[in-house]
């Protein structure tokens, strides 16, 4: 059988990053997001800042995507929030979204625009 190449490479660290932890907290502020303490073996009093947000695996439950290893990019500015019930629609390079039922705050009539290009030079560049 032929295998696929691997497209990731372990990297040195050229500068601090945050390492594993658990029970911290984290919130988002002004297109940023926050991340103060939690523990690892102990614990840790340390604070980070991001505008985007990298978050790689987690627990996939399921029988036909334990070989998965999920990637998810979060760009942290002004987006719409969570709904159901919206109206979405790809026209050219954006996708627009309109409306939807928000939980306790009732129906929306927001309007959002997604640019599709700039997302896909985000995933390309994240492919490197």
Known sequence: GQTSPCLWTPLPQSRLCPGDRC??????????????????????????????????GGMLDSAYTW???????????????NRKGHSAVVLGSAMLVYGGFMDLKGTSQEFWSLNLTQTQSLRRGLQG
Do not use: I, M
């Open 67 to 81: 070989r998965k290893c999920p990637l998810w990019v979060f760009e942290t500015s002004q987006r719409p929030s």
């Open 23 to 56: 029970k911290h907290a984290c919130c988002s502020y002004n297109g940023d997001v926050y991340v103060l303490g939690g523990r690892d073996s102990s614990c840790l009093g340390d604070f980070w800042k991001y505008g985007f947000l990298y978050v790689f």
